[in-house]
């Protein structure tokens, strides 16, 4: 099905973004086109595709663009509905639920994630937003304990939306652990959260295209690696000031 | 706020009494909203103290769900249980009620009362705590836009659809209902937030470059029928339309004119045609209300800022 069908995925490795959109194929088994933006310039073909906010992802499905990365996951869930795992719950309420914590990852979670990571802030600022971060993980780690029933994910048995939202993240997480010197993923006070973000970076649809820098089968080095390149992204991103993430 | 729902333990049921007809009655042991509402007796004494009378007008959420609790025992089983906690002037609260219009849902509307925040509210959204929530068999839900899909799902056999069924349109939809809750509105809030005239015609400038692409949408989307949905009501008429009493209202303040027949035809058009809906019309406040409760507005955050 995927075969015949013209599918594009305009991005740039490190992106959390644009996991978010190669994740949900991966889990579909769809084949793609990953068309690699060049950091710092904006390709005639994104600019075309999305002209409203000039950013990736965009995925380019038989020529027709879509833009905003929960917004790609769900198209992707609905045009692949048969193939893979659903990505979204069934039940009308818990995918009310899903969408719920994906719009707060973003609206709570991100902007806080990239003042420390990004931002020259000072060390009052570093660490308040840090707390903003770690407050944000434990309503997390509630809504694990609920939502995923004593299964691996948030979405259960497999990957799902909330997993998608989030787990994007644990690159940048670790990359700001590192390089503002606080733990965020507290082992104990965030327990739940810690064995899922283990488990998430050794999905097969999550390590399957992080093989920069990674050995093969060795998914541990392949996250921490992964928060490594990362790093070297958010130094190269913060020097440059040009955030392409959408 | 899945979690919050979970009753906390409450090992004495104390007797409520109704405030309306002073009768004691049990509490519904079965609902999960039952063991919310303990607190809510020492609430309504506390605003019928403050206010001499409890009006008939502005009925609390306290009281609508206290008065309500006599028929707790019939809550929690068969029928939809609907309640929508919300403001007359809140746009996010219109999006939900258009929606729950257009599926034709009753539903009861717990208003809040400004510049306090219920028991309810606060147990419902305890992560935002902001209106609309959307209480649909004792499980809230929250977020206006995410309560809308919710309602487009539950009540999917209802016409109309509000997202349309091809999973590209869909995308679509979705994507301009973002665009203007992340640029639009923002944009038109800073017209009356700003302080100097050229912050103001900043504001303005990005605001009628929104509604330009919100134009050209319209026309991609609509497919030369009337709304952004086509014939009916959409996902996409309901994320911008809900302003509109907003902006009418401002448009009677500042004079500026938003949609301009010359500029955006389409959406001039649009406009009266989607007021002038059923499924808005009894929802949408009127201007002069608007304009009111806008002044008002003003004159808090003009006091706050002398304040400070």
């Not at chain 2, 103290?49 to 769900?65: H, I, P, Y």
């Not at chain 2, 007359?88 to 729950?100: C, N, Y």
């Not at chain 2, 938003?258 to 009266?272: G, H, Y």
Request: proline share 5%; with cysteine.
């Amino acid at each position: 099905m995927a075969g015949d069908q013209e599918l594009k995925l305009l991005g740039l490795w490190g992106s959390p973004f644009v996991m978010r959109a190669r994740i949900a194929l991966n889990l579909k088994g769809v084949g793609y086109e990953f068309l690699e933006e060049v950091l710092g310039t904006k390709s005639e073909l994104l600019l075309k595709s999305n002209p409203v906010y000039k950013k990736i992802p965009v995925l380019i499905h038989n020529g027709k663009p879509i833009c905003e990365s929960m917004i790609i996951v769900q198209y992707i869930d609905e045009v692949w509905a048969t193939a893979g795992p659903s990505i979204l719950p069934s039940d009308p309420y818990d995918r009310a639920i899903a969408r719920f914590w994906a719009v707060y990852i973003d609206d709570k979670l991100f902007p806080s994630l990239r003042k420390i990571v990004l931002a020259n802030a000072d060390d009052e600022e570093t660490a308040e937003a840090a707390d903003q971060v770690i407050a944000g993980l434990q309503l997390l780690e509630e809504a694990f304990e609920k939502f995923s029933k004593g299964k691996d994910f948030f979405g259960g048995e497999s990957v799902g939306c909330i997993d998608i939202a989030l787990g994007c993240y644990v690159g940048w997480i670790k990359a700001a652990e590192k390089m503002a010197g606080v733990k965020l993923l507290d082992k104990e006070k965030l327990p739940l959260l810690m064995g899922w973000a283990e488990r998430f970076c050794s999905a097969d649809a999550v390590k399957e295209f992080d093989a920069r820098g990674r050995q093969a089968g060795r998914a541990r080095q392949g996250a921490s690696s992964q928060a490594e390149c990362c790093c070297h992204q958010m130094k190269v991103f913060s020097f440059k000031k040009a955030v392409l993430v959408a | 706020m899945m979690a919050s729902l979970a009753p906390p333990s409450n090992p004495s049921r104390n007797l409520v009494t109704n405030p309306r007809t002073k009768a004691p009655f049990q509490i519904a042991k079965t609902h999960p909203i039952s063991d919310l509402l303990l607190p809510f007796r020492s609430i309504h004494t506390q605003l019928k103290l403050s206010t001499g009378t409890t009006s008939e007008k502005r009925l609390t959420t306290a009281q609508a769900v206290s008065e309500r609790v006599e028929e707790g025992t019939t809550m929690a089983q068969g029928g939809e249980n609907v309640k929508l906690l919300g403001a007359w002037a809140s746009p996010f609260v219109i999006r939900t009620r258009i929606a729950l219009n257009l599926k034709g849902v009753d539903y009861e509307f717990l208003e809040e009362v400004f510049g306090v925040k219920s028991e309810l509210l606060l147990e419902s959204n305890p992560v935002y705590k902001k209106i609309p929530v959307l209480i649909h068999d004792g499980k809230p839900v929250c977020e206006s836009m995410i309560i809308v899909q919710y309602i487009d799902e539950v009540w999917a056999t209802k016409a109309p659809a509000i997202l349309p069924a091809d999973p590209y349109d869909r995308a679509l939809h979705r994507f301009w209902a973002y665009y203007v809750d992340d640029k639009l509105f923002p944009s038109v809030s800073a017209i009356s937030r700003a302080q100097t005239e050229e912050a103001k015609a900043e504001a303005m400038e990005q605001v009628f470059a929104g509604l330009k692409l919100l134009e050209e949408a319209f026309q991609k989307c609509s497919k030369g029928k009337g709304f952004f949905g086509g014939d009916t009501i959409g996902y996409v008429d309901i994320a911008l339309g809900c302003i509109l009493a907003w902006l009418k209202a401002t448009e009677n303040m500042t004079g500026i004119k938003f949609f301009d027949e010359a500029k955006t035809p389409l959406l001039a058009q649009w406009v009266e045609r989607f007021c002038a809906n059923d499924a808005v019309r009894g929802v949408m406040p009127e201007t002069d209300k608007m304009v009111e409760f806008a002044k008002m507005l003003q004159a808090k955050f003009k006091a706050a800022a002398s304040a400070k």
